[in-house]
């Protein structure tokens, strides 16, 4: 069974860091990028970085400039160190396999989503 865990949330005051980690298990198969996405109380769940298999990056506006996704050398493993934290960044965060979509630009989870790691960011 393929699973992408998430790890790496806590609590955390504003202006801190933390760096959450995506681990892959199980068999290989084919995606063409990881996403990170995460879910605040009451609000649909949005985009949050990228990182295609080519090592193209892309980021929501939100947190350009103060999150960096990142993998390990073999691959395994996808990283998104979050830096100037804010309350508005306290959310569910969770990583998926992606595969690109019919059009240009798009990508589709494969797997069903996890459960996620709890990131709260103090004020």
């Known amino acids: 069974q393929v699973q992408f865990v998430e790890s790496g949330g806590g609590l955390v005051q504003a202006a801190g860091s933390l760096r959450l980690s995506c681990a892959s298990s199980g068999r290989r198969f084919d995606y063409n990028a990881v996403d990170w996405y995460r879910q605040a109380p009451g609000k649909q769940r949005e985009f949050v970085a990228r990182?295609?298999?080519?090592?193209?990056?892309n980021y929501a506006d939100s947190v350009k400039d103060r999150f960096t996704i990142s993998r390990d050398n073999v691959g395994n493993t996808v990283y998104l160190q979050m830096n100037s934290l804010k309350p508005e960044d306290t959310a569910v965060y969770y990583c998926?396999?992606?595969?690109?979509?019919?059009?240009?630009?798009?990508?589709?989870?494969?797997?069903?989503w996890g459960q996620g790691t709890q990131v709260t960011v103090s004020s």
């Open positions: 998926n396999a992606m595969s690109r979509g019919g059009y240009i630009g798009t990508y589709y989870p494969l797997l069903p």
């Open positions: 990182i295609t298999n080519g090592g193209q990056i």
